[in-house]
Structure formats: structure tokens, C-alpha cells
């Protein structure tokens, strides 16, 4: 068989000669068929060293709202980036960006601009603790908020585990149980509980509105809205985690979607179209601990102004028309999902496919799971992660860039010829690895 991927194997052989493991974020160790080296991408498609093309649904793990070098915000990003990199002080386009987040997101009286997701939800945390004299932070399983020491806990805890929270890396401050505990989300009876025992303790309860660190899993009717009371009858902070929905779902992200209105909330990733931007905000009377300095919040990078002219520039792309690329991605993205369901269901294997058109997860059920519907972390467990490797590397293969944990991104630069190409992939890539696959175990029972 030929190898498509000769040069980025020579790279990666090289790099870890310098960079730790040959890679600048150990997640990117996992990526199939193997951590490949990219030379450029424009609009849907990224092209690798070895000349490979692909449709590319990594999309920087959820930025590329607008899809690879959208021309607008390249140009606004170079104007300022021939201004001047970085002032560490004030700028207009600061306060233009801030206000257009104050006047989309409902729930933004005030805002604060940092670099990367993990380190803003950080500074919430911090915020919380700060405004309720509480130290206790509740987290759910399955979700991610970072790599920081204080909420990377429980993202892939041993099944089985209770509430203590269970640390992702080694060198990590254990988890106390009077800072930390994690629940089952889309379970209010677990919350109900755990709260009638620890509310008063409790500074925050931090969530993604949608699961999507784990199969992109939807809130059950009403489960928002039942965190939103029973955090305020506590004087508990309700956070909204939307570095991923934030911007993709809707301009209001997954609180404007849902109708929700959360205390404190993160956004990053889309809101700079892939430079790197994050933002903390929320309600001003918690924000007034940072405006007068009784809470500590720094950055050299904050507002970075090429990072804020991409936002700046972002946004108004994402208002213009009505929302048009919020229809756009709507309709591509549910031609996708519809598409490989209908693939799958025509050769006769079970598929998964959930989310939102913009952010949907793929995975393959293990043997004997095919009628679990995945509504938490414990049952995302009944999901054949082998199998989908194996599904990721056909599909690069086959000219298609997925993530190996089985979200998908979408981009307004995808179309609709975009979508009939990846399912001809999908088509080729199951009939290689995954209906053997099912056969194979079916004549086994
Ligand atoms: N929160 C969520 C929901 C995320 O998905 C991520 C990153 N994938 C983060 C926080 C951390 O953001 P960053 O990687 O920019 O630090």
C-alpha cells in the first residue's frame, strides 16, 4: 500500500529530536493515521506537506467559523498587525469589540479579553470563588474546561467514578473534595441531591451548554433552565463554558439558542476566526470586583489588537444579512448529518450522529450498544473508539480530515459540493473498515 504520509512521518521523527513528543499539545500526539504536518489551508480545505488535500472538519479544533484565511479578516488582522502587534494598553478597537459582544450576547453586561479558553475560565473561577466566599466548584463528567491545574478533572474518568474529581494529568494539585466535585450532567436528580447536601458551599456550577467535549450531547428539555433555578435559590454562579458553542450555535451562542441567561460565560475559539482571543463575561456587579482590582486579572497578550481586529471583523461577518451564515451553516451541516445516516443505514450499520449542524458528533456503537442513546459520559462510553480511528484514517485517506474523539466542525466556507464529496468519502471509508467490521463481530455471535 502506498504511504500518503512519508513527509509528515519525517517531520514528526525530526521535531521529536526538539519539540517534547513532537508536538505542542499533547492532544495533537492522538491524531490519525498520523500527527501530519500542514503547509496552508484555504476556505474548506487544508493541504499537508506530503500534497495531500483535504475537506477539513478539525477546522483548529472549532476557531473556523468562516473556514481557512477568510480574506476579510485576514486584511483586517494585517492593517492592525502593520500598526503594531502588541501596545499591552489601550486601543479603540478594544472597546469596539467589547461592544458588540455586550450588545449580542444577552447575558455580557461586562467583558474581559484574554488569550487562550483555559485561562479565562480560570479567571471565572477565580471571580466566583471571590464574589460568593465559597470554595467549592461543581464540574460533570466528560467535560472539559482547559488544562489548568483547577478544573482539568474528570474529562475521562474510570467508569464507575463518584464525585470526587479524578485528575487528568500527573503533577496536577489533587482534587479536594471541598474545591472540587463532579456530577452526571442531564441527571437534575444528581444535581437536586448533591446540592440539598452542599449548596451553600458551592461558588459555581460550570458547564458547556452542549456537551460537545464528549459526542457533542444535547441538553435535555428543560435541564438548563433547571440549573439556572436551582443555582440562584443556592446564590450558587451559574457559568457557561462557550468556547466551543459560543458564536457557532448563534450569534448569542448556546445561551441564545436555548434562551438562558447564565451568570458568568466564556467564549473563544469562532470569536476571532482562528486568531487567539477568549473572553470572560458576564454580569456587572461580579465584574466590579475585577474593575476595582479586589480580583486580579493580567495578561500581556490581553486584547491583543491583531487578534481584536479578527474579532472585530468576525462578528460583523457573522451579523451581516440577517444571519446568513448561521442558515448556511444549518443547511450544510444538516445535509451532512442526514447524509451519513442515510449512508450508514443504506449499508447497514449502526451510526450515531448527533449535535448541531455546526458541531455534530459520528461515532459507531460498541457490539450489543447499538440502543443507548448517549445522554451523559457514562453512556458515551458505549461508543467503539477503535473502530473510529480506524473510520478517521480511511477518511484521510480518502481526502477527508475528521477528529479522532468524533466531533465534527463546520465552517460557512463549507458547501454543499463540499458535503456530496465527503459523503462519496464516508461511502468509501465505511464500506473499507466499518461494515467489515460489524459483519466480522456478527458471524462471530
Ligand atoms: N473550554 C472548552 C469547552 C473547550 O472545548 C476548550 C478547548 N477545546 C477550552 C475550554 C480550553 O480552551 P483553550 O484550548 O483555548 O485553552
New binding site residues.
Given amino acids: 500500500m502506498i504511504d500518503r504520509y512519508t513527509q509528515s512521518r519525517a517531520l514528526l521523527k525530526r521535531a521529536e529530536k526538539s519539540l517534547a513528543g513532537g508536538v505542542s499539545s499533547n492532544v495533537r500526539r492522538g491524531d490519525k493515521p498520523v500527527p501530519m504536518y500542514f503547509d496552508s489551508g484555504t476556505g474548506s480545505r487544508l493541504f499537508d506537506v506530503d500534497g495531500n488535500e483535504y475537506i477539513d472538519y478539525v477546522l483548529g479544533?472549532?476557531p473556523l467559523i468562516l473556514g481557512h484565511t477568510n480574506a476579510e479578516v485576514i486584511e483586517a488582522t494585517c492593517r492592525q498587525l502593520w500598526m503594531g502587534q502588541v501596545y499591552a494598553a489601550q486601543h479603540e478597537g478594544e472597546i469596539k469589540l467589547a461592544e458588540a459582544i455586550v450588545r449580542l450576547v444577552p447575558s455580557a453586561e461586562r467583558v474581559r479579553f484574554g488569550i487562550?479558553?483555559?485561562?479565562a475560565?480560570h479567571g471565572a473561577l477565580r471571580l466566583a470563588r471571590a464574589f460568593t466566599g465559597r470554595e467549592l466548584i461543581v464540574k460533570f463528567a466528560g467535560?472539559?474546561?482547559?488544562?489548568l491545574d483547577n478544573i482539568l478533572y474528570s474529562l475521562s474518568p474510570p467508569p464507575g467514578a463518584g464525585e470526587e474529581g479524578v485528575a487528568e494529568s500527573r503533577g496536577q494539585f489533587p482534587a479536594r473534595e471541598s474545591h472540587i466535585a463532579v456530577l452526571p450532567w442531564n441527571d437534575t436528580e444528581a444535581v437536586g441531591s448533591y446540592l440539598s447536601k452542599h449548596g451553600h458551599q458551592i461558588a459555581a456550577i460550570i458547564t458547556?451548554p452542549v456537551m460537545?467535549?464528549t459526542a457533542v450531547i444535547e441538553p435535555k428539555p428543560g435541564y438548563l433552565q433547571f440549573l439556572r433555578e436551582i443555582t440562584s435559590r443556592y446564590g450558587i454562579l451559574l457559568i457557561f463554558?462557550e468556547?466551543?458553542t459560543g458564536f457557532r450555535l448563534s450569534i448569542a451562542g448556546a445561551q441564545g439558542h436555548y434562551g438562558i441567561r447564565p451568570d458568568l460565560s466564556?467564549f473563544?475559539?469562532a470569536v476571532a476566526n482562528g486568531l487567539p482571543m477568549?473572553v470572560m463575561a458576564g454580569r456587572e456587579d461580579l465584574f466590579a470586583l475585577i474593575a476595582s482590582g479586589q480580583v486580579g486579572h493580567g495578561g500581556t497578550y490581553n486584547s491583543l489588537p491583531p487578534a481584536i481586529a479578527a474579532g472585530v471583523a468576525t462578528l460583523g461577518i457573522l451579523e451581516r444579512n440577517d444571519g446568513e451564515v448561521y442558515q448556511k451553516l444549518q443547511e450544510t451541516g444538516t445535509a451532512l448529518m442526514e447524509g451519513i445516516r442515510d449512508r450508514a443505514a443504506k449499508m447497514g450499520v449502526p451510526v450515531i450522529v448527533q449535535g448541531h449542524a455546526s458541531i455534530f458528533f459520528v461515532g459507531f456503537p460498541l457490539p450489543g450498544k447499538e440502543r443507548v442513546p448517549i445522554v451523559d459520559y457514562k453512556t458515551s462510553l458505549g461508543t467503539d473508539n477503535d473502530l473510529y480511528a480506524h473510520f478517521v484514517s480511511a477518511m484521510a485517506d480518502n481526502g477527508v480530515r475528521i477528529i479522532p474523539r468524533g466531533n465534527w466542525f463546520l465552517s460557512a466556507a463549507h458547501t454543499l459540493a463540499d458535503v456530496e464529496e465527503t459523503l462519496a468519502a464516508v461511502e468509501e471509508s465505511l464500506a473499507q473498515v466499518v461494515v467489515p467490521y460489524y459483519s466480522a463481530v456478527g458471524s462471530a455471535r
Wanted: glycine share 18%; proline share 0%.
Fill in positions: 479544533r472549532g487562550s479558553g483555559s485561562e475560565v467535560q472539559y474546561h482547559g488544562w458547556e460537545c467535549n463554558d468556547v466551543i466564556i473563544g475559539k477568549s
